[in-house]
């Protein structure tokens, strides 16, 4: 058996009829950029979650870095962040001019609720990056709630959880702007890279269309001094093929999830749910205690299952970003990155090699 961790290459064997089709139809008609695949595709995910608009950027960190900028936030402005996510949630703080504050997590791996809300409370922070982290919402509606009251703002990190809802709602509901991300490791990935900012806000909308293209507002008027950060025309062509088949690859990555969940329960410490979500398991991530790690995701590479670590060190800890760390510590995330290790989960992988990594693993406890 060789089951690689992400494989974007047998997606494409499923569906390369339809992606060849639409790359040619985007080549052919000669519009690379800002074309009307961009605008379908920025109204379609709109709607997905509820929102009045969306504009397509290159990367899911520039939807964050954008997000930001466009809340008008004052300038060296607190922003509350997780420190168990990709690098970008809290890079992008940074890059957008501003101090992330780093929280630690609770035991469904998100930011704890009641730091956040003590932050707000004592008026310690001016924003706060939501990352819905694996597959899974975070509770706003209590952050929402009080943060409102305050001027303070919320984006949200959906990079790894387009599809996810929490009690039926998508993203998008307590927040001021939702980001996605295509990366190619994305549950909808692109041939590249790319990324979007939603919201209802048509001010925001607008001054992240402005930062995407030099701060063009027409007639080769530049208004401020903004990037150069598209998506292509035939990345989001493809995106919009994809995004047919999203809820045929969330059930499968649910079904694989649960099988995991079912077999492995008392060999490892299996992912938490929180009552009222969707788990979309864009990763499925699971704790096993210290040493063992590293000779659990030994032996299973032996044996042809390619694992993964997400993540192996807190936020605060990154060397681009530790001297924003605080002097407390925060325990949870300290314990948790040295015990969290991922199993591959993707709609492709088919049944036989699904309950091959479970075997892998229960024979490993068991030798
Ligand atoms: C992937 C990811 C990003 C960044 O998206 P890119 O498209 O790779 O720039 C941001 N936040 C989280 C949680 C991610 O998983």
């Not at 809340?71 to 501003?98: C, E, H, M, Q, Y």
């Not at 009080?146 to 790894?160: L, M, R, S, T, V």
């Amino acid at each position: 058996m060789n089951i690689p961790f992400v494989d974007v290459g047998r997606q494409y064997k499923n569906i390369d009829k339809e992606i060849i089709r639409v790359v040619k139809d985007v080549f052919s008609k000669g519009r690379v950029l800002q074309g009307e695949k961009i605008t379908t595709l920025e109204s379609e995910l709109a709607r997905f979650h509820n929102l009045s608009y969306g504009v397509a950027v290159n990367s899911g960190t520039d939807a964050l870095i954008f997000s930001l900028r466009a809340l008008d936030l004052p300038p060296k402005s607190r922003v509350a962040v997780t420190s168990l996510s990709f690098v970008a949630s809290a890079s992008a703080i940074v890059n957008a001019g501003f101090i992330p504050v780093f929280i630690d997590v609770d035991e469904y791996y998100l930011m704890q609720e009641k730091k956040v809300l003590k932050l707000i409370e004592k008026n310690k922070i001016k924003a706060i990056v939501a990352v819905h982290l694996y597959g899974q919402m975070m509770d706003l509606k209590k952050i929402h709630s009080a943060a409102k009251k305050k001027g303070i703002k919320i984006i949200e990190d959906n990079a790894q959880s387009l599809g996810a809802t929490r009690f039926g709602k998508t993203a998008g509901y307590y927040s001021n702007c939702v980001c996605l991300s295509f990366d190619p490791t994305k549950v909808v990935n692109a041939y590249g890279s790319g990324g979007m900012v939603l919201t209802d806000n048509k001010k925001i909308s607008e001054k992240i269309k402005m930062l995407r293209y030099h701060g063009h507002v027409g007639n080769r008027i530049y208004k401020i001094s903004g990037y150069n950060s598209q998506m292509d025309e035939v990345q989001a062509a493809i995106i919009l093929e994809k995004l047919r088949y999203v809820d045929l690859w969330e059930k499968r990555r649910i079904e694989i999830a649960k099988y995991y969940s079912n077999e492995l329960r008392g060999y490892l410490e299996i992912p938490r749910i929180k009552e009222g979500n969707k788990h979309i398991f864009h990763k499925y991530a699971l704790r096993v205690t210290g040493k063992i790690r590293k000779e659990l995701m030994d032996y299973l590479l032996k044996n042809g299952v390619q694992t993964s670590i997400h993540y192996s060190l807190p936020l605060n800890k990154q060397l681009s970003l530790k001297l924003f760390a605080l002097k407390k510590p925060l325990p949870v995330v300290e314990k948790y990155t040295k015990e969290l290790f991922s199993l591959p989960i993707y709609p492709e992988l088919i049944n036989r090699e699904v309950e091959y990594v479970c075997r892998k693993v229960k024979t490993f406890f068991s030798d």
